[in-house]
């Protein structure tokens, strides 16, 4: 599918994301996108439900739904920890290390843009330190203590499936807060 979002790099397309999307650019949705039976505006309103679909998994902690987001061709890519997982279990395996970090975890969703195949969601993510937290500041002991954290999380979906997401958060405000 030849749409804006799969011509632009991954910058263009968050600065025309910030900027408001396709209408920010002089563009309308249906100049955006050559369409093959949707149009971008099709794709982009399916994937935006998918993705408040995953977070709305996340926070009831239904491992089954979160897993059925990921595929073969999967990537998650933790930014502030510079850590990638690929595959089927790329979607899955990062939030289970999370919940067993925060079991009482959830992502309060503020913003959620799509732009065709790319959707980003910003929120901040909350939960209780009962397990170990294996960071880059080294091994965390389970604290008890309540944190939230900004987070932007970008995805690339194709057919229902993330193909990658790329998870911003800032581990520096939430090593303070655990450590504090």
Same mark, same amino acid.
């Given at each position: ?16 994301? &910030?900027?408001? !999307? =396709?209408? $920010? #650019?002089? +563009? @309308?949705?249906?100049?955006?996108? &050559?369409?093959? !039976? =949707?149009? $971008? #505006?099709? +794709? @982009? ?11 709305? #998994? ?88 309540k944190m939230a954290v900004s987070f932007c999380d970008v995805y690339q ?19 303070n807060q655990l450590k504090a």
């Amino acid at each position: 599918m030849n749409t804006l979002a799969s011509n632009l790099g991954r910058r263009e397309f968050l600065a025309l994301a &910030a900027a408001g !999307g =396709a209408g $920010a #650019a002089g +563009l @309308s949705i249906s100049q955006a996108s &050559a369409s093959q !039976g =949707a149009t $971008a #505006a099709d +794709l @982009s309103e399916t994937n935006v439900a998918l993705i408040r679909k995953l977070y709305d #998994a996340v926070n009831k902690k239904d491992l089954a739904v979160i897993e059925s987001y990921g595929d073969d061709d999967s990537e998650w890519l933790d930014v502030p920890f510079k850590f990638t997982s690929t595959g089927r279990r790329a979607i899955i395996d990062p939030w289970k290390s999370w919940f067993n970090i925060f079991p009482d975890a959830t992502c309060e969703v503020r913003n959620v843009v799509g732009l065709g195949d790319y959707v980003v969601a910003q929120g901040t993510g909350r939960g209780t330190h009962r397990g170990v937290f294996k960071s880059p500041a080294g091994e965390l002991a389970p604290s008890g203590r309540k944190m939230a954290v900004s987070f932007c999380d970008v995805y690339q979906l194709r057919d229902g499936k993330i193909l990658r997401a790329d998870s911003y958060f800032d581990f520096y405000d939430l090593l303070n807060q655990l450590k504090a």
